[in-house]
């Protein structure tokens, strides 16, 4: 069964503070995966999208790494700021003709300023 | 802004009444989803349509009927629902379809619903 886990569930840090958030798959036959950010009672905005035949992404101080093998990725958020402050999902594309992404159940990230 | 808006952001409805979701992009994308979200629950599909013509059904109740009249629209009628049915329901889009991976995925605000 394909099945994508994101730990932990729950982050608080201070601001300024560098931090990693987990995902991990259990089926390493993935054509990309997503990260997203998600504010309470909003709907999803995509963040970053690694296909996989790339190891890593980088938009301004957010950097999402993929590896395969291991069934894992991890976003990276640099310099974290109260803004950041939201739940983050990432989603696994397993592609065929159902278009199916398997999301996780996010971590929700809170930065105290 | 995603380029995705749903309408109503919010709807109460009674377990006999009948509503519909509505979704619209201005992409110019192929394929466009329906997505539920219950709280401490991942996200589940529950349709896809791919150039208009529906591709998914992940075996979601008969009371939730959609409609995909063009590639921008996209509905959702709701009738008979139950309370455990209460949720965000989330319209997205991507550019892929068929066999090719989903690309990037935007999605909208979604509609939270709520049956009693």
């Known amino acids: 069964k394909q099945e994508v886990t994101q730990i932990p569930a729950a982050l608080s840090v201070p601001e300024g503070e560098n931090l990693v958030l987990n995902c991990s798959f259990t089926?390493?036959?993935?054509?990309?995966l997503q990260w997203f950010r998600q504010d309470p009672g909003k709907g999803l905005t995509s963040l970053l999208l690694?296909?996989?035949?790339?190891r890593e992404q980088t938009s301004g101080r957010l950097n999402a790494s993929l590896d395969k093998s291991s069934g894992r990725s991890t976003l990276y958020i640099a310099a974290s700021q109260p803004g950041d402050s939201a739940t983050y999902l990432c989603?696994?594309?397993?592609?065929?003709?159902?278009?199916?992404?398997?999301f996780g159940t996010g971590t929700l990230l809170a930065v105290q300023p | 802004e995603t380029g995705v808006t749903q309408t109503p952001r919010h709807l109460v409805m009674g377990m006999t009444n009948k509503k519909s979701l509505k979704c619209e992009q201005h992409?110019?994308?192929?394929?466009m989803y329906w997505y539920k979200q219950s709280a401490k629950k991942p996200l589940e599909l529950m349709f896809v349509?791919?150039?208009?013509?529906?591709?998914e059904n992940n075996s979601v109740p008969s009371r939730f009927s959609p409609e995909c009249p063009n590639s921008s629209h996209l509905f959702l009628h709701l009738h008979t629902l139950q309370p455990e049915d209460s949720a965000l329901y989330l319209c997205?889009?991507?550019?892929?379809?068929?066999?090719?991976?989903?690309?990037?995925?935007?999605f909208g605000e979604g509609s939270r619903l709520t049956v009693l």
């Open positions: 989603a696994v594309d397993y592609g065929g003709a159902t278009n199916k992404l398997i």
């Open positions: 349509y791919s150039l208009e013509e529906r591709v």
């Open positions: 992409l110019g994308h192929n394929a």
């Open positions: 690694i296909q996989s035949s790339q």
């Open positions: 997205a889009s991507s550019h892929e379809t068929g066999t090719a991976n989903t690309g990037e995925l935007f």
């Open positions: 089926d390493s036959a993935i054509y990309n």
